[in-house]
């Protein structure tokens, strides 16, 4: 009856790993003690799926149950006993460590914790992860202070939530339990602040810091993410420590990746380029790289093409919009937008358009044409699209005060060009005997062109 609503909990990494360790698999069950039920539930899966290869299991209710279930490797004739006592000594043991360090990270705060991280190398070059600590929590100083007029979220306690954050986030790389069970770093961290009475934020801003930035539940937390992320990446490039092939050991791609992913899941308007020049001003040494900012924003915006590429954006409108714009949540909102309009007939039409005009008009850059020189339907239809298209966008630039609304209404706008353009391309020969007559249609094209640039670079 104890055991009814019990169920196990199955990851497939742990599934693999016991499938390729036994023959003859038998399925028994063992029993946590009691005492050992206080401790964090991640204190105890780690040394279950870790250490062990133990499965951890789950009341009706979700709750973490006091019961394993392990896979030995052949049949007892007393039907398990020993095994499982055998089970039970090995995870005691282990739990017994994880009780006594629990406690004895409790008896002071964790604060008091930053002072040993100055004997934490982080870096040879980058001094200790008490530097690092310090340098994160100016540059979030200066992240809330500038960002402020941008972000509607932040406000006059953001700064003192993410100082504090940033004060408390590598306090449990110091505590026993994280240096016995490493896998615990941030948990414990979140776990410790929470029982002492921090901001719930505070806590899981601290729990979720090694996240991927999808994952992160929080504009606070994110925003931490961001900074200190970004402050990571700078002090790698800034001593030479760039990624090199498939060689990334600092996983700066990864921290890069989550910048862009937070920008995005948060829409936080921010600007790169001053962050990572403030970290760098703050990185001991003289023999730092001058050009360190150029290219961290130079790797983030390659990541960023990637992903874009991934998204089913086409290739040459994510160069288009890289190239002229560091501004990661504008490039965004531009691009989903594109990416809405590709989906259409249209809009897939208008682009093919577009590109043909681009590759036909070559260096051309005269856009005068006269009307007297047309002698199809198909180049006066254009014509008189394109001069409307030209009032359109100006309309759209004087009325529309956000970038964002002003290039939706413009591409929009663009698109109505769309089944002209197709019938101009359709009916009419630009590459006309009559060289006039061939420049005039460069020219119009031309002119097409410099107005879809306006839109679309």
């Known amino acids: 009856e104890e055991k009814q609503g019990i169920s196990v909990v199955v990851s497939e990494d742990l599934m693999n790993e016991v499938i390729g360790l036994v ?6 069950m063992g029993k946590v003690p009691s005492k050992f039920m206080k401790l964090p539930e991640e204190a105890i899966i780690t040394p279950m799926k870790v250490h062990q290869r133990y499965f951890p299991t789950r009341d009706r209710e979700g709750k973490l149950a006091p019961y394993f279930v392990f896979v030995a490797n052949n049949l007892a004739s007393d039907g398990g006993k020993t095994i499982i006592a055998g089970t039970h000594r090995a995870l005691n043991a282990r739990l017994a460590d994880a009780l006594f360090f629990f406690e004895t990270d ?8 930053l002072d040993s991280l100055k004997k934490i190398t982080f870096n040879v070059k980058l001094g200790s992860v008490f ?4 340098r994160v929590t100016n540059l979030c100083r200066f992240a809330a202070s500038k960002l402020k007029d941008q972000n509607s979220f932040i406000n006059d306690s953001t700064e003192d939530l993410l100082v504090r954050i940033a004060t408390l986030a590598k306090c449990d790389l110091s505590t026993s339990m994280v240096y016995e069970f490493t896998e615990l770093q941030g948990i414990m961290g979140a776990h410790y602040a929470r029982i002492q009475g921090e ?7 601290i729990r979720e810091q090694y996240l991927q930035g999808d994952e992160l539940s929080s504009l606070i937390s994110a925003f931490y993410s961001l900074v200190d992320k970004i402050e990571l990446i700078t002090s790698f490039f800034a001593i030479g420590k760039e990624p090199t092939g498939s060689k990334d050991p600092f996983a700066l791609r990864r921290a890069a990746i989550s910048i862009l992913k937070i920008i995005k899941k948060y829409e936080i308007k921010v600007d790169l380029g001053k962050l990572s020049q403030k970290a760098f001003e703050q990185l001991p040494g003289s023999d730092l790289n001058p050009k360190t900012v150029d290219r961290v924003i130079s790797f983030i915006m390659e990541r960023f093409k990637v992903l874009l590429k991934d998204s089913g954006i086409d290739h040459d409108i994510v160069q288009s919009l890289i190239s002229n714009s560091h501004d990661i949540l504008l ?5 989903s937008i594109l990416n809405e309009i590709m989906k259409t007939t249209k809009g897939e039409k208008l682009m093919l358009g577009y590109k043909r005009a681009k590759n036909i008009i070559g260096d051309n850059n005269s856009t ?3 009307k007297l020189l047309f002698s199809e339907d198909a180049e006066k239809v254009l014509f008189d699209k394109i001069k409307e298209l030209e009032t359109q966008l100006s309309e759209i630039e004087q009325q529309e005060a956000d970038i964002c609304a002003q290039f939706g209404k413009g591409v929009e706008a663009c698109v109505g060009v769309e089944e002209s353009i197709s019938d101009f391309f359709d009916k009419v020969l630009v590459n006309a005997d009559d060289r006039v007559v061939k420049q005039n249609r460069l020219n119009m094209l031309t002119k097409l062109v410099s107005l879809f640039s306006k839109v679309v670079p």
């Open 331 to 335: 490039i965004y909102q531009k691009s």
């Open 23 to 28: 023959e003859y698999p038998v399925v028994l």
């Open 106 to 113: 409790l008896q002071k705060p964790l604060e008091s914790h």
């Open 131 to 134: 530097d690092r600590i310090q």
């Open 368 to 370: 005068e044409v006269s």
């Open 199 to 205: 901001n719930p934020e505070v806590c899981t801003a």
